[in-house]
């Protein structure tokens, strides 16, 4: 029982940063494995971060490794993807999601998720 609804996105010049957040409508959002995915036009989906429930590990996808940085809040509901040295590979519409049903590990082997945000646009200019 998890709804999702990211913000934060937007446009930005090479080099800049972005946080975007995922905000869940449901306090049982600590009961969840949430990552971040993105999608750029003619792409398939891929993963790019991930956060167990309690924020204790993390995975990333090796593009943004050392960039990127997942953080959640579950006082607060909420996840955060704090992106630094932003390329204009990172362009694409970004998703927030949530399963409680897996693992870190799969979530970035599969790149699937039970519960998904809307997306938000992030768009990178040279």
């Known amino acids: 029982q998890v709804q999702l609804v990211e913000s934060g996105g937007g446009l930005v010049q090479a080099g800049g940063s972005l946080r975007l957040s995922c905000a869940a409508s449901?306090?049982?959002?600590?009961?969840?494995?949430s990552g971040w995915f993105r999608q750029a036009p003619g792409k398939e989906r891929e993963f790019v971060a991930a956060?167990?429930?309690?924020?204790?590990?993390?995975a990333y996808a090796e593009s943004v490794k050392g960039r990127f940085t997942i953080s959640r809040d579950n006082a607060k509901n909420t996840m955060y993807l704090q992106m630094n040295n932003l390329i204009p590979g990172d362009t694409a519409t970004y998703s927030c999601a949530a399963d409680p049903t897996t693992t870190i590990t799969a979530m970035r082997v599969h790149a699937r998720s039970h519960y998904w945000g809307q997306g938000n646009q992030v768009t990178v200019s040279s």
């Open positions: 449901v306090r049982t959002f600590s009961s969840a494995v």
């Open positions: 956060i167990t429930r309690s924020g204790g590990a993390t």
